[in-house]
């Protein structure tokens, strides 16, 4: 048996969700970043006696495409997988529903289903410091309860997850991050985005047709040169405000 966390994480919010369940089960717990533009994920092969955390955010209240594209190419092969969809204190609609038809199309049995808050990583107003310790002290029992079920033989139940089909619409990434006068050209930001939205040769903006407005280039940038349209971004705070979430 081994435990393997498959996470799309381009801010660090999702993977401190994912840790915070995950340190619970092992103290050995491989990762599988599915951000990774150039890996392989058809080489991913997992036995039945294995357990999978796959973790996602929400964008806009769907599963991001390339996350569930890549998705897609592993073998689940029966292994237990437990979801994990983090949103940024807004409702997450139909993410955890299209996580879940992709990890069974996959060949994964779906044993558990968790939704966690994490700081907006573009209207940062949005969760705050989340996760803050409360939350990790939820998702710290909810761990807990998971690997009960995972030792008891009653594991394979039918699980109740929320959502639509079909899904909503997807929206355009609308926010596309570009270079400020104080960019020096180092080419991180193109070697990191999770979809390669970003011309190594012309660094200044990202193709608007493939970029996510995931935000990694702008958090991953060591100089601050990466930014978005505060005017753009005030407008989306607006938008998403009746959708938000209470929590």
Not at 25 to 50: G, I, P, R
Not at 127 to 140: F, I, M, N
Not at 182 to 193: D, M, P, S, T
Request: hydrophobic content about 40%.
């Amino acid at each position: 048996m081994k435990y393997v966390q498959l996470i799309f994480s381009p801010t660090g919010g999702t993977k401190k969700a994912a840790d915070a369940l995950t340190k619970h089960w092992a103290c050995d717990v491989e990762t599988v970043d599915l951000s990774d533009a150039e890996a392989d994920f058809s080489q991913y092969m997992f036995k039945e006696e294995d357990v999978v955390l796959i973790a996602m955010p929400s964008f806009g209240g769907r599963a991001p495409a390339a996350a569930v594209e890549r998705l897609q190419r592993i073998h689940g092969n029966s292994a237990a997988c437990i979801l994990v969809c983090v949103y940024g204190n807004r409702a997450y609609e139909d993410t955890l529903a299209e996580m879940e038809d992709a990890a069974r199309e996959s060949g994964f049995k779906v044993i558990a289903a968790v939704s966690a808050v994490a700081e907006h990583s573009i209207m940062h107003q949005y969760a705050a410091g989340r996760p803050d310790a409360r939350d990790l002290s939820q998702l710290e029992a909810f761990a807990l309860q998971i690997k009960e079920k995972l030792g008891s033989s009653q594991n394979a139940g039918k699980v109740q997850i929320p959502g639509n089909r079909p899904y909503k619409k997807a929206g355009g990434a609308g926010l596309v991050p570009k270079a400020a006068k104080n960019c020096i050209g180092c080419g991180l930001c193109a070697g990191q985005c999770p979809v390669k939205a970003i011309d190594p040769a012309d660094l200044k903006s990202a193709d608007s047709k493939k970029c996510i407005s995931c935000m990694r280039c702008v958090t991953q940038c060591p100089h601050g040169a990466r930014k978005i349209n505060g005017a753009l971004v005030a407008a989306a705070s607006l938008a998403i405000k009746p959708a938000k979430k209470s929590q």
